[in-house]
């Protein structure tokens, strides 16, 4: 089914059984709400819908994966179910209650076209998806309450954000994290679950993996066009106010950057902290907050990280030191608790501290910052 539709009132229901449903759907007045949108194949639209959307469903895919399209409804939309991927962008002036999309192939010589995005005005409730993901989720207000990701990881091209309001939840389950999370208030709750042998679980890009081997029917070890390089290559978890828990059940941290604008509560690693040991490599894992961090646990070991309490800011690189606009602002700061139950090795700790003129941590040009500023118990092997 082709075609376009306009209404100046409510749509009750367009579907198109067995085939793909291609249309334009517009309606001109403030009473057009839209009841169901449904396809037996793919669901392909271009909408401008003055009220609220029911349900958007699609026995494959939603959009045509390489092509550009929009989804937007000025209200909320309640439901989208996709059993294939998701290549549109979905844009919603009120409430996205609901939202399940499937899996694309991701392997070895065949990668997937690049997903489509939430872009939600008011809250964000549930978004479940099975495979990698390389789109954005975004809430602009009243947050993110959970975001799960089965089978799959949040691709480099991938972020979760809200700003106004909390990142409640993210768990990726047998996947890996290598997009950004930020919140403009607090970040409640990260976890990876690792897969069964172990491949998943990690944050950033695990050199020891290969983007050539294949894993299963939809992904290989690492997605394509994943590689590490000399620089900085993990993603950035930040929030403006707090970080209350991450947990990485079973997997490594490569070369990420954990930062609270307020609190780091607490971090739980059970694999290593470690760089992606690339040549001339300058990428390591930093963790840092504005005022303290309480807990730092990594069941195996450290190596290139740093360990930064009293920074207000990284700057615009989100990265520890750096020079004009990437330079960090620091003030007091304490860090509770870090225990390592391995080697910690090539990392640097600092509480209340100024970078100097090397702008690195732990070097002799290094400044006190005025205030009360402390270190408590560091606990290694």
């Known amino acids: 089914v082709s075609g376009s539709i306009a209404a100046s009132g409510p749509i009750g229901s367009v579907s198109a059984t067995e085939g793909d449903l291609d249309v334009t759907v517009t309606t001109t007045t403030d009473f057009g709400t839209v009841g169901e949108l449904t396809a037996g194949r793919d669901l392909i639209l271009e909408t401008s819908i003055s009220q609220g959307i029911g349900l958007l469903q699609a026995g494959r895919n939603i959009g045509r994966p390489g092509e550009a399209g929009m989804i937007f409804t000025s209200g909320s939309l309640e439901s989208l179910v996709a059993a294939g991927h998701l290549y549109t962008d979905i844009r919603v002036g009120g409430v996205l209650t609901s939202a399940s999309i499937g899996p694309a192939i991701n ?3 065949s990668p997937m076209a690049l997903s489509g995005s939430f872009y939600v005005a008011g809250r964000i409730e549930t978004i479940e998806i099975a495979g990698d993901f390389g789109g954005s989720i975004t809430s602009f207000t009243d947050g993110i309450a959970s975001v799960v990701i089965n089978n799959g990881s949040l691709l480099n091209t991938g972020r979760i954000a809200t700003y106004d309001g909390n990142v409640e939840s993210v768990v990726i389950n047998s996947g890996n994290l290598y997009g950004d999370i930020y919140s403009a208030w607090d970040i409640n709750s990260v976890v990876l679950n690792p897969s069964a ?4 679980g990690d944050i950033g ?7 050539g081997v ?3 029917a ?4 690492v997605p394509p066009g994943t590689l590490p390089t000399s620089g900085k290559d993990g993603p950035v978890i930040a929030a403006d106010r707090n970080i209350e828990s991450i947990v990485v059940a079973g997997g490594a941290v ?3 950057t954990i930062y609270a604008g307020r609190v780091l509560v607490s971090v739980d690693i059970t694999g290593s902290v470690r760089s992606d040991a690339t040549p001339e490599n300058t990428g ?3 963790f840092a907050a504005g005022d303290t961090i309480e807990s730092i646990v990594v069941s195996g070991n450290m190596d290139f990280a740093q360990i930064i309490a009293g920074v207000r800011s990284l700057g615009d690189d989100m990265a520890a030191g750096g020079y004009g606009t990437d330079t960090d602002t620091n003030q007091a700061g304490s860090i509770t608790s870090i225990a390592v139950g391995g080697n910690m090795t090539n990392t640097a700790v600092a509480a209340g501290m100024d970078a100097g ?11 006190l910052e005025i205030g009360s500023s402390s270190i408590g118990t560091i606990s290694i092997g």
């Not at 042998?197 to 998943?200: P, Q, T």
């Not at 939809?218 to 070890?221: A, I, K, N, P």
């Not at 003129?357 to 400044?367: A, E, G, K, Q, V």
Request: aromatic share 14%.
């Open 218 to 221: 939809f992904r290989g070890q």
């Open 214 to 216: 294949g894993y299963d």
């Open 197 to 200: 042998d172990g491949i998943f």
């Open 284 to 286: 390591r894992t930093t």
């Open 357 to 367: 003129s090397d702008r690195i941590y732990n070097t002799d040009d290094d400044l």
């Open 107 to 109: 392997r070895p010589g």
């Open 205 to 211: 890009i695990n050199p020891g993996l290969s983007g």
């Open 254 to 256: 490569f070369e990420a």
